[in-house]
């Protein structure tokens, strides 16, 4: 056990945070879509760490996080493709997977031995200014216990990870609230690996060929994508119009409930505000947790992923 520092975002707060960095130390960042857990991806150690504090499977590759595009393609094999979805959406809550170059010199551990990297420029002004002061590439998923409520908020962060993490650096809450989207560009066809917080439909407008759906998802080719996936201890219940008496109501749109996604029905809103909502529904201790229909498209599409992994089986 350790003692976790909460730092504030300023220059002290960015200067400490880089320097554990750099010494081999986990710390969790804002980004614009959720906390990252970063740790140097050249560091073979500082990578293992991350497996270990959130006891995260190592055959689960991890998003590479650097401060602009130009760094990116010194570790990737840059194409015409990504350099339009580069240019329309970095920074932003895009994660591009391409080919790993073979003098990327980053830790096995990120890429779990795939010859392809997931790489991505955030949008946050206090991970731009962290990666800056750092000066590296920084791999960093989600900082929260594997499989569990995605963080939002420092508080969500030392909720899951104090005592295994070397700091939180706090930048408030994220305004995205969803994981980056994932497309893969490993080959002529673009690939939608994971949905997130960038509509599909955005991204499509860009590309020759709209991506196609990942066929395979047994084959972790991408962070996000395992059957279970962001639970609360509550089980979920889907499309649900009302709760049952053990379980509290999580809505969208106008409705009686406990906590309401958007009452004006506004994805973005709902999107902004789905891991905040369970956890604080998880943290009244109830059974089961019913959960409003969500529309099935745009970002509802993220939203209706995260759900569904959330429902999903356990291991």
Known sequence: MIRTELLKP???GITRAARLLADGALVAFPTETVYGLGADARNNLAVARIFEAKGRPRFNPLIVHV???DIARNY???SDQAEALAHAFWPGPLT???PLRADAGLS???TAGLPSLAIRVPAHPLAHRLLTAFGGPVAAPSANPSGRISPTTAAHVLAGLSGRIAAVLDGGACP???ESTIIGLTDDTPVLLRHGGLPVEDVAMLLPAA????TSPVI????GQMESHYAPAARLRLNAASPKPDEAMLGFGAMDCDLNLSPREDLAEAAANLFPHLHSLDARHVAGIAVSTIPERGLGRAINDRLRRAAAPRP
């Not at 991506?211 to 990942?214: G, K, L, M, R, S």
């Not at 972790?220 to 962070?223: E, F, I, K, R, V």
């Open 96 to 98: 591009l997977v391409l």
């Open 76 to 78: 990737v094999a840059w």
């Open 108 to 110: 096995d551990l990120v």
């Open 67 to 69: 401060a602009t595009t």
């Open 176 to 178: 995205v609230g969803l």
């Open 211 to 214: 991506p196609v759906q990942n």
């Open 220 to 223: 972790l080719t991408a962070p």
């Open 10 to 12: 300023d220059n002290s």
